[in-house]
């Protein structure tokens, strides 16, 4: 079956400007997370979605980062007047539900550039 | 609060040698721990799981168990491929947290030689 898409899968923009990546994750998946991987910091949370409400936002490094789910299914991060500092790879992953036994399913990612 | 440590890469290894990827954890409840592996320019994979104490996870060869008393979840493959060259990420996954996002080591880059 399909698995988790993100889009776009490379993103260039200037200093400032706003951005939106987008995550599909697999159909019927209840738990929605994104990560984002950068050189400097590995790999960190940065919120968590169960359904349509996001009850862990903790990992957000700044107001400039939103994110929204819509009908249990489709998650969009928006980063407004980024930064260089937000140049990484943002990774989506989605799980069946949450609970420690499963395991999450990633996404290619979005490589966003900011220059 | 919840932490993974990793041991450092790069490691180097020939072809058919023996691999242990070392990750130890903290955690404050009971946590399910994961290997991840990340192929040259691909998405992270889940290798393998253990969802609880003394649990083995294997896959492809490669082997970890959960072990409580030591707090550790170390990667192992009694013998390397080339095809085995990649990122591998040590993660865990803890109830406390309240949402069971992923707390993931440094990652250690395998290079193996033919």
């Known amino acids: 079956g399909a698995g988790v898409s993100q889009s776009p899968s490379n993103k260039v923009t200037e200093k400032g400007k706003d951005v939106e990546l987008r995550c599909d994750p697999i159909s019927g998946h209840t738990a929605l997370y994104w990560y984002r991987q950068s050189l400097g910091q590995g790999l960190e949370f940065l919120i968590y979605?169960?359904?349509?409400?996001?009850?862990?936002k903790s990992g957000l490094p700044s107001d400039r980062f939103s994110a929204e789910r819509t009908g249990g299914s489709v998650s969009t991060l928006t980063i407004q007047r980024t930064q260089q500092e937000d140049s990484a790879v943002y990774l989506c992953a989605s799980s069946p539900t949450s609970g420690g036994s499963y395991e999450q399913y990633f996404g290619p990612g979005t490589r966003l550039t900011v220059t | 609060g919840d932490s993974v440590t990793q041991m450092e890469g790069p490691v180097t290894l020939s072809e058919e040698a023996f691999l242990t990827i070392n990750c130890t954890y903290t955690?404050?409840?009971?946590?399910?721990l994961f290997w991840y592996v990340q192929y040259p320019g691909e998405g992270l994979q889940l290798l393998l799981k253990a969802t609880k104490a003394d649990d083995k996870g294997s896959n492809k060869g490669f082997e970890a168990t959960y072990r409580k008393e030591t707090t550790s979840f170390h990667l192992e493959k009694g013998s390397v491929q080339v095809s085995d060259s990649a990122v591998y990420f040590c993660a865990l996954s803890d109830r406390p947290s309240g949402t069971y996002k992923y707390i993931f080591g440094t990652g250690t880059r395998l290079k193996v030689l033919a």
């Open positions: 979605f169960q359904g349509n409400s996001a009850p862990d």
């Open positions: 955690a404050t409840g009971y946590p399910s």
